[in-house]
């Protein structure tokens, strides 16, 4: 998998976050408050400024009340 690629499907993964928040009707302000962070946390994972660790992913998951499986089914349909 060449660097491209690789950031086009994080591209994806954060597009597929931040959807999910709107979805949900949720602010990135809220979303933070949820987990305990500043905003800029979930600002600089939405623009692909930060990568998630799988701990942080699930925390978020839980913050939108989303299923995981789901967020990641989604962005596994462009692997």
């Given at each position: 998998m060449s660097?491209?690629?690789h950031r086009?499907?994080?591209?994806?993964f954060a597009a597929t976050?931040?959807?999910a928040r709107k979805d949900a009707?949720?602010?990135q302000t809220v979303v933070?408050?949820?987990l305990?962070?500043?905003q800029s946390f979930v600002a600089k994972y939405e623009a692909?400024?930060?990568r998630l660790d799988p701990v942080e992913f699930l925390h978020i998951a839980k913050?939108?009340?989303m299923g995981w499986e789901k967020l990641l089914i989604d962005t596994a349909k462009i692997i």
């Amino acid at each position: 998998m060449s660097k491209t690629d690789h950031r086009k499907q994080y591209a994806h993964f954060a597009a597929t976050l931040r959807k999910a928040r709107k979805d949900a009707g949720l602010t990135q302000t809220v979303v933070a408050k949820r987990l305990g962070r500043p905003q800029s946390f979930v600002a600089k994972y939405e623009a692909c400024e930060r990568r998630l660790d799988p701990v942080e992913f699930l925390h978020i998951a839980k913050a939108l009340e989303m299923g995981w499986e789901k967020l990641l089914i989604d962005t596994a349909k462009i692997i």
